[in-house]
């Protein structure tokens, strides 16, 4: 009896399990079914979105060595130690630009040459400008268009109300003016098709998920630029009180290469650039100049290009205290997208230092053959960016020289009176002449060295050409010279990035001889 009663027990416990078991996993089999039904449809509540708008963003450079590898470029800005790129344009004889491109507010790192990703230059964010329109776009959790609005800056304005517990993307993008952006087919498109078309000056962008939780969000934005944009300075006596110069003019300024329009995509913020790129660049605007200015500052200039180590700056015309200049160019800047610079051209009498020659450039030859013309030397001057200077210590009595395969002069220069086959051509800037008066025959003058030679003939950065004479051996004087009628001066070329070539050559005359050295001019920063 007692062995029956046990399993009728136990068998009205397993009926007993099994009614059980249903009733009591039920309502957890239905709290996760809703659980997952709230998540596709919001938990019933109204939650509002207030926009808080904090400015624009410039920086997070993710290539921090580019400026490093514009500066390895031929003819391209140097980096120094700061990580500032700096360049040098000869101006004229007595003065230069010296030139830098600067992030603004940037991390420097402590090595250049040792940047990598994970140093980035410092984000900098400021407010924008009263009247600034920024629209923001409201996209559901598959990517579809829920709603949208466009504010401007300064307003007090209402936000977003939408359901609570569900997940958006929202989406601002400005002009940085008071022209909201065009966004064809907002309504109709997705959020992986939508896109700002045609952006010309500025374009920013912002994009964030959110899961609203609360009645109540704030949703914070910084709008990042994606343009570069450059402004550009222009300054007179840099570091001196004295010799004051002044900007008279500066007109057709433009820093390239530069897309005239630019397309973002909002799924991702990717640009689509418009083609073809201009041809002279963006456009740099300056005020009107007055009298008396030794400093003018551009308006900024936006530049619409991927990341680039040949950007270049071209200045169609430019008078500094009436000496005018034009088409002066610098290349090889590296120039990257959401970056401010500061581009700075500083006028001052440059520093220079003479350029080492492979192989030097002193000479001597002595013509054994009346008639013939017979090239003395021939050199390569590397990089001699601020001109060149022959000092000729002995001369008799003659010679020409060909710069970058253009002669000096247009006829021989002889400084020797009386040859009836080759009449003197150069006198001395007060009308004396050699072999005249006090003044000694130019072979006579045997003691030149490189700070008093015989006969100084200088090449400026620009191609002008000046010479210079000593009158006797016992006046160690350089006094100007000039070519006669009949003879003048060829306009030669002087290369300020790339190789010079310079020959010098000699007819010969009866006894003919030359000896001097040639010296390379390198402009370098003032210590």
């Known amino acids: 009896m007692i062995t029956i009663f046990k399993k009728q027990r136990i068998k009205a416990y397993i009926i007993l399990y099994f009614f059980l078991i249903p009733l009591l996993t039920t309502p957890i089999f239905q709290s996760c079914k809703r659980v997952q039904e709230l998540t596709e449809e919001g938990n019933g509540t109204i939650s509002t979105v207030e926009i808080n708008l904090a400015g624009a963003e410039y920086g997070e450079d993710e290539n921090p060595d580019i400026a490093t590898k514009a500066s ?22 007595n003065l230069a630009i010296f030139g830098s491109l600067e992030t603004v507010n940037s991390k420097t790192p402590s090595n250049v040459s040792q940047a990598s990703s994970e140093k980035k ?39 977003f109300t939408l359901d609570g517990g569900k997940t958006y993307t929202f989406v601002a ?31 920013m962008y912002f994009k964030q998920q959110l899961t609203l939780s609360q009645t109540l969000t704030r949703l914070n934005v910084v709008l990042k630029h994606q343009f570069s944009q450059i402004t550009t300075k222009v300054s007179t006596n840099v570091n001196s009180t004295s010799n ?28 689509t650039y418009t083609t073809p790129v201009t041809t002279t660049g963006a456009s740099v605007t300056f005020p009107s100049i007055g009298s008396n200015i030794t400093s ?14 040949t950007g270049t ?59 013939t013309r017979t090239p003395v030397k021939t050199i390569t001057a ?30 021989e220069i002889q ?13 001395f800037a007060d009308g004396t002449q050699y072999g005249a008066t006090a003044d000694s025959q130019i072979y006579n003058i045997t003691n030149g060295t490189d700070t008093a030679p015989s006969i100084r003939v200088v090449i400026s950065p620009t191609g002008a050409i000046s010479m210079f004479g000593r009158k006797r051996n016992s006046d160690l004087t350089l006094y100007p010279l000039r070519l006669k009628s009949g003879t003048s001066f060829n306009t030669v070329t002087w290369n300020t990035s790339s190789n010079n070539v310079i020959t010098v050559d000699q007819l010969v005359a009866g006894t003919t001889k030359i000896r001097g050295n040639g010296i390379g001019k390198k402009i370098i920063q003032c210590q």
């Open 72 to 93: 390895n470029k031929n003819g391209g800005a140097g980096l120094n130690k700061t990580g500032i790129q700096e360049f040098v344009i000869p101006f004229d004889d």
């Open 121 to 159: 230059a410092a984000t900098e964010t400021n407010p924008l400008a009263q009247g600034v329109k920024y629209t923001v776009i409201v996209y559901n959790a598959d990517g579809t268009y829920n709603t949208s609005k466009t504010f401007t800056y300064g307003s007090t304005e209402t936000g």
């Open 173 to 203: 993008v400005s002009l940085n003016s008071s022209t909201a952006p065009t966004i064809p087919n907002l309504t109709t498109n997705t959020l992986a098709n939508a896109t700002v078309s045609n952006a010309t000056n500025y374009l």
């Open 244 to 271: 004051t110069k002044y900007i008279n003019s500066i007109t057709s300024v433009f820093i390239g290469p530069h897309y005239p329009s630019a397309s973002l995509k909002l799924a991702d913020g990717s640009i």
């Open 296 to 309: 003018i500052t551009s308006t900024p200039t936006p530049i619409i290009y991927p990341s680039t180590t």
């Open 313 to 371: 700056l071209a200045i169609g015309a430019l008078s500094i205290d009436g000496q005018s200049k034009s088409n002066l160019t610098q290349s090889n800047l590296a120039i990257t997208p959401g970056h401010r610079y500061n581009l700075n051209l500083n006028f001052a009498v440059p520093c220079t230092e003479n350029v080492s020659i492979n192989g030097g450039f002193n000479f001597t030859y002595e013509g054994l053959t009346d008639g």
């Open 382 to 411: 590397p990089n001699a960016d601020y001109g060149f200077v022959l000092n000729i210590y002995e001369l008799d009595n003659s010679f020409n020289m060909k710069i970058n395969n253009v002669a000096l002069a247009t006829k």
């Open 415 to 427: 400084f020797e009176p009386g040859l009836s086959a080759y009449p003197v051509n150069i006198e």
